[in-house]
């Protein structure tokens, strides 16, 4: 499908840009954070629901990862992939033009329908801020938060659902407490869809009773791609919401697990 063709919301994505990003931003993800990303011959030759666990706060160095891997494994304009996030990620200025350009559009329903249509496929994290601003503690667990919206928009839409795990984002910075408490009692997430005001521990800052902008540790991020799931095939026509999300969720932390037990010194391994 041509730009001119493309749902507006999706034609900031920049292909050339994309392409002439990849070799300096590979370097950098290879060198600093050693990026392994396996199991890409999961996928299928169709639009896709990718559904990830969310790490690293605001930089969340584990999604780019996977945004540079998938436009290499499959090219920039072979299968086209958007990432749904944040409207404070994608309307941030300089940051938000920057990461529009590399497929990242506003986290709705309706835009991932339109990706769908147009023949490419979309990322989405379901535990969002929740997830993203866990404890380190819970580093290796799936933090949905109970949402299942994912589920019926790949039902409804009737598109597979990839699931992605990855470990060593909550390893470049450490949230020591996630303030759901406190943004609550403030009303964030009323005025701003933030659900969480967490105290963190990142460099340059030290500890800090907000989420700033950091230096990511050279932590060690591995992603992988597990088998895809069909919703209407396991789950019929009429899902039960609540046991596919069960199943689902059960999924991927299997698979975080066993990436997770790799691990023995995130900056070492």
């Not at 403030?186 to 005025?191: A, E, F, G, I, P």
């Not at 095939?233 to 899902?239: I, L, V």
Request: glycine residues 8%.
């Amino acid at each position: 499908m041509t730009d001119s063709a493309l749902p507006v919301e999706l034609r900031d994505r920049d292909p050339r840009f994309i392409r002439t990003m990849l070799p300096t931003l590979w370097l950098m993800a290879s060198v600093w954070f050693r990026a392994e990303v396996d199991g890409f011959d999961n996928v299928p030759d169709e639009p896709v629901l990718f559904v990830g666990n969310h790490s690293g706060g605001g930089a969340t160095p584990d999604t780019a990862i996977f945004l540079l891997a998938y436009n290499t494994y499959f090219t920039v304009e072979g299968r086209p992939l958007y990432a749904l996030a944040h409207d404070i990620l994608t309307r941030t200025p300089g940051f938000g033009p920057l990461i529009r350009k590399l497929g990242v559009v506003p986290a709705d329903h309706s835009c991932a329908e339109k990706v769908f249509n147009s023949g490419g496929s979309a990322l989405v994290y379901p535990g969002g801020d929740v997830e993203a601003l866990r404890p380190w503690r819970d580093r290796n667990r799936i933090v949905f938060s109970g949402r299942k919206g994912f589920l019926q928009l790949a039902h409804r839409c009737n598109v597979k659902i990839v699931p992605v795990v990855a470990t060593g984002g909550h390893d470049t910075f450490f949230v020591l407490n996630d303030g759901q408490r406190t943004a609550k009692a403030l009303r964030l997430d009323k005025v701003t869809r933030v659900k969480t005001l967490p105290v963190t521990f990142s460099i340059p800052w030290g500890l800090s009773p907000v989420p700033l902008p950091f230096v990511p540790l050279p932590a060690k991020i591995r992603v992988q791609v597990l088998e895809p799931i069909d919703l209407r095939a396991r789950f019929g026509h009429e899902p039960d919401w609540d046991q596919a999300y069960d199943y689902f969720t059960s999924v991927m932390q299997v698979g975080l697990s066993r990436l997770a037990s790799k691990t023995v010194v995130p900056m070492i391994r």
